[in-house]
Nanobody
């Protein structure tokens, strides 16, 4: 069974940090781009960050550049999102997502990702 399982969300004060993890199982993930996509209440899903199939190139939304870092560990089939300098506007459910792609630059279009985890809540208090 194909699964993406997120963890690491929680409540943090503004300026704090969290690290999200997503464990991928059920297939070989080496040809997949992996991404983090978030959705705030009443809002559409928005792209946060992605890493390509080789784990060597990344893509970030402007509103998280310099604060968030995405990485992947092939040995653990895990992708991480290190979030620093968190702001209240970062509050959302964060989803791990995947798509088959051998592109050098991973897509920043949330609609192109077709495998999703169940999400983990991140709440940043002011």
């Amino acid at each position: 069974q194909v699964q993406l399982v997120e963890s690491g969300g929680g409540l943090v004060q503004a300026g704090g940090s969290l690290r999200l993890s997503c464990v991928a199982s059920g297939r070989t993930w080496s040809s997949y781009s992996l991404a983090w996509i978030r959705q705030a209440p009443g809002e559409e899903r928005e792209f946060v960050a992605a890493v390509n199939w080789r784990g060597r190139n990344t893509n970030y939304a402007d509103y998280v550049k310099g604060r968030f870092t995405i990485s992947r560990d092939y040995a653990k089939n895990t992708v991480y999102l290190q979030m620093n300098s968190l702001k209240p506007e970062d509050t959302a459910v964060y989803y791990c997502a995947a798509r088959v792609s051998l592109s050098y630059t991973p897509s920043n279009n949330a609609a192109e990702y077709d495998l999703w985890g169940q999400g983990t809540q991140v709440t940043v208090s002011s």
